[in-house]
């Protein structure tokens, strides 16, 4: 073998080793998926490098993913789109040009990304907008809202609770011509998190008269407590979501303080004033059996009572919707709950979906054994996925029938 042959081999040798990602068996086009993922990590490797040389924080250069899918607010045949603000928060409007005799619906959307990246001009959540709009001809807003490390919680959620509140308005209803009593909140991951908990708060707000007929989560992050779930074992290394990066966007939603990451990486975080916390988070009774497998429940190990006072964000319900008392859940919408078997928040979904159904609230659990974290954002050329057309093909199905 020549050396040119030998160099070339080699270097196969080297990038199939890599692209390589165990991936489990069950997924569809495994290998479009590990390639998709070699590109996730090599820019998690880039920022990782220019954060260490002190360049660029981390989470600027993973935002370089959202800025190449920026998709400009272009209307076709179908939709009317257009960049506007609610209340002085930018938010993408979609509206169906189809003639319709009555009001229509509407859909408030939250992006996902850690609530450190994304955007709602991201190619993927602007044709999942756009598909929604067209199909459910109900208005869709995308809201905008301010991320980290700029801007830490609460702003994420306030952001977003003004665009709802000023939306549920009825002079804004009747501008758009939406039914009030048609209306639905919708979220994926970050999103979902900021979904479920503005339906929360909307609860307790007697300034809003219109209620929300439906929430849809999307394989939501709803727990700040224990990140050592039997989801967090399983699909520690899982493509697109490991563990150590759902840590990271954990704990730049509330500082840069590297503290706070260091010891929710560890799980001991929570100090053990908050102990009484843990009781909406136990696992052991919120999980069914299939979940659980042979994991064994474990004590709290509680963490410096430093972090919980200088970063009070992570127990306060707005971040993390599983730590409010059931009576709190009370009054909530119907609710569309996803799970994705390989990913690291399915335990977060399945413990809300039994903590409502506890309360009477109605709950569709859709669970999906095949599906990765972030299966939405694959729905577009060249990182579309069969599976990313599937789920977004039943979320909208779900919208359709239930809004």
Not at 19 to 47: C, D, Q, S
Request: hydrophobic fraction near 45%; glycine fraction near 6%; charge should be neutral.
């Amino acid at each position: 073998m020549g050396t040119k042959s030998l160099c070339l081999l080699l270097a196969s040798v080297l990038v199939a080793y890599y692209v390589y990602t165990p991936v489990p068996e069950n997924i569809e086009e495994r290998w479009k998926l590990m390639l998709i993922n070699a590109g996730f990590r090599t820019v998690a490797h880039v920022a990782e490098f220019a954060e260490w040389l002190g360049l660029v924080h981390y989470m600027e250069v993973l935002m370089m993913i959202t800025s190449i899918e920026y998709t400009a607010p272009i209307s076709d045949e179908n939709v009317t789109v257009t960049d506007t603000k609610f209340n002085n928060v930018p938010a993408r409007l979609y509206v169906p040009r189809k003639q319709s005799s009555g009001l229509k619906r509407a859909v408030i959307y939250i992006h996902g990304g850690g609530w450190c990246v994304g955007g709602s001009a991201m190619e993927p959540y602007d044709l999942l907008s756009r598909w929604t709009a067209n199909k459910l001809n109900a208005v869709v807003i995308s809201v905008e809202y301010r991320l980290a490390p700029t801007y830490h919680f609460p702003v994420q959620f306030e952001d977003v609770y003004t665009v709802v509140k000023f939306f549920l308005q009825n002079s804004v209803l009747a501008q758009y011509g939406v039914d009030p009593n048609r209306i639905c909140i919708s979220g994926d991951s970050a999103g979902g998190n900021l979904a479920a908990a503005v339906a929360q708060q909307l609860l307790d707000d007697l300034e809003v008269k219109v209620k929300l007929k439906i929430q849809a989560l999307l394989y939501p992050a709803l727990q700040t407590l224990d990140l050592d779930l039997p989801s967090y074992k399983d699909n520690e290394n899982t493509p697109i979501l490991p563990k150590s990066l759902m840590v990271r966007f954990w704990s730049e939603y509330f500082t840069t303080d590297v503290s706070l990451k260091e010891a929710m990486a560890s799980n001991r975080h929570v100090p053990a004033e908050s102990s009484h916390l843990f009781r909406f988070v136990n696992w052991s009774n919120l999980l069914p059996k299939k979940f659980k497998k042979d994991h064994v429940y474990a004590s709290p190990i509680y963490g410096s009572s430093r972090l919980g006072k200088k970063y009070p964000g992570f127990l306060d319900p707005r971040a993390a919707p599983l730590l409010v008392d059931d009576t709190k859940l009370l009054g909530l919408p119907v609710t569309y709950v996803l799970t994705c078997q390989h990913d690291v928040l399915r335990d977060d979904g399945i413990m809300y979906v039994s903590r409502l159904r506890k309360v009477g609230i109605e709950v569709i659990h859709d669970h999906i054994e095949d599906a990765i974290h972030g299966a939405l954002m694959f729905i577009t050329s060249p990182t579309d996925l069969a599976l990313g057309h599937r789920v977004a093909n039943k979320y909208i199905e779900w919208l359709n029938m239930n809004l």
